[in-house]
């Protein structure tokens, strides 16, 4: 394999480019079309009918593509979930009632936290289940069971088209383990995949935004903070929001549940610090837009990323406002995260920043 940017300046917007086609592959592989229902071969012996915990576990962007999945596992299977950073839970003796399920996300399949935390829950009389992109790698040995992601190998170091399809596998695994739990129904299942078929075409129309986003990116890069906000899905996407523009522009980005504004970030609302706002048509979207009023109210810069309907229940004009497509909150999160990924990466160019090579960072983390 010979890594070839094509006509891209960088493999990271090159990468970002591609997701509609791995995305489309990925979904592909774990959706018998003919049927509309999600198949998951590679379970083996897995069952999620009767069983009581998935523990999720992983590191940097994959941690936060199962953060999202908690949201996914909750709601369409009803199963409780618990997720960690691996560097946390592999040190945290948490108690596993055995007969539970660990789930590992990790592109390399050689990050070392997440594989201590591999063995640590194994040890713990966990069934292993793990979302890798490299098949032949330590984590995928070491796992009773493998579901990979088809992005293909990603060379930037900041991670886009892994996530979008670890999100790809994930949402479909909920899906699968809703319905093997009773809780969700053929109609409803039948309705998300063809959701996720329409998702290269709704990727590719969310990338369209390229353009705008590139201007605002300009303003964006003189800034010194940043405040990323979102609730539910949107929440885990503003936390990958602020850590691609850390990673790559080195602007100081936190990502914080919009709902906690109140409770310390309005503190530092000003008119230096944009506040970049994620606000997908969903049951939660008003309650967004109330946060973004009270950023205004106190003199906050608002870049928007959102609805249409959003956009216009702000009913403010100061606002920079990125128009997502029209798109079904179940499968949001994976097209939101187009716009995030392209904010991060023209904020960093515009800056002359390093972007495949971002300063101490590593694209696989294989020591503690
Ligand atoms: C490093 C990379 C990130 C990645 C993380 C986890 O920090 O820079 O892009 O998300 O490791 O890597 P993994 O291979 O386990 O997904």
Partial sequence: FVADKGNYRHFMVKEIWEQPEVVGRTVAHYLDASAN???????????????????????????????????????????????????????????????????????????????????YARSQGQSILSVVNVT???????????????????????????????????????????????????????????????????????????????QMSRDLSRARDVLYLGRGPAFPLALEGALKLKEISYIHAEGYAAGELKHGPIALVDEDMPVIVIAPRDELMDKTVSNIQEVAARGGRIILIGDGDAVRQTGLDNVAALTMPDIDPVVAPIVYAAPIQLLAYHVAVFMGKDVDQPRNLAKSVTVE
């Fill in 37 to 119: 229902r999600f198949q998951f071969p590679e379970l083996g012996a897995i069952d999620f009918a009767n069983l009581q915990r998935l523990t999720i576990c992983a590191c940097g962007t994959a941690y936060l593509a199962g953060y999202v999945a908690r949201y996914w596992f909750e709601r369409l299977a009803r199963l409780p979930v618990d997720i960690d950073v691996a560097s946390e839970f592999r040190y945290r003796e948490a108690p596993m009632t055995p007969g539970g399920l660990a789930l590992f996300i990790s592109q390399s399949g050689e990050t070392a936290d997440t594989l201590a935390s591999l063995r």
């Fill in 136 to 214: 032949t790698s330590t984590i995928a040995r070491e796992s009773d069971a493998v579901a990979p992601t088809f992005a293909g190998p990603e060379i930037g170091v900041a991670s886009t088209k892994a996530f979008t399809c670890q999100l790809s596998v994930l949402l479909s695994l909920a899906v699968y383990a809703g319905r093997q739990r009773g809780v969700l129904s053929e109609a409803e299942e039948a309705r998300i995949a063809d959701l996720m078929m329409g998702l290269p075409g709704q990727f590719s129309e969310a990338l369209k935004l390229e353009h705008d986003i590139e």
